[in-house]
Nanobody
């Protein structure tokens, strides 16, 4: 079993930045895909970014150029640096672990409890 705990969410003004962190415990996940999803009220959970390695990453079009995903396998951590935040980025952000980077949430085996991000205009 893998336990995931997110942190770093909060309230920020439009144009600001936040850095989300996700700690994994229970087993090493260095060979697994790590991903960030988000879910806004009344909307489906959607993939934001995924990472297998420093050279294998994925970003949704709506965050390209603004968000950066990274991982530290020695610490079992994954991060999401979010810059130039917009009100439409407001959502609960979840980290996940799966065997590969998949677009749909069904492709992931483990999930954190989420951290809330609110961007004010």
């Amino acid at each position: 079993q893998v336990q995931l705990v997110e942190s770093g969410g909060g309230l920020v003004q439009a144009g600001g930045s936040l850095r989300l962190s996700c700690a994994a415990s229970g087993r090493t996940v260095s060979t697994y895909a790590r991903a960030w999803f988000r879910q806004a009220p009344g909307k489906e959970r959607e993939l934001v970014a995924g990472i297998m390695s420093a050279r294998i990453t994925y970003y949704a079009d709506f965050v390209k150029g603004r968000f950066t995903i990274s991982r530290d396998n020695a610490k079992n951590m994954v991060y999401l640096q979010m810059n130039s935040l917009k009100p439409e980025d407001t959502a609960v952000y979840y980290c996940s672990v799966g065997s590969r980077i998949a677009a749909r949430k069904e492709g992931y085996d483990y999930w954190g409890q989420g951290t809330e991000v609110t961007v004010s205009s």
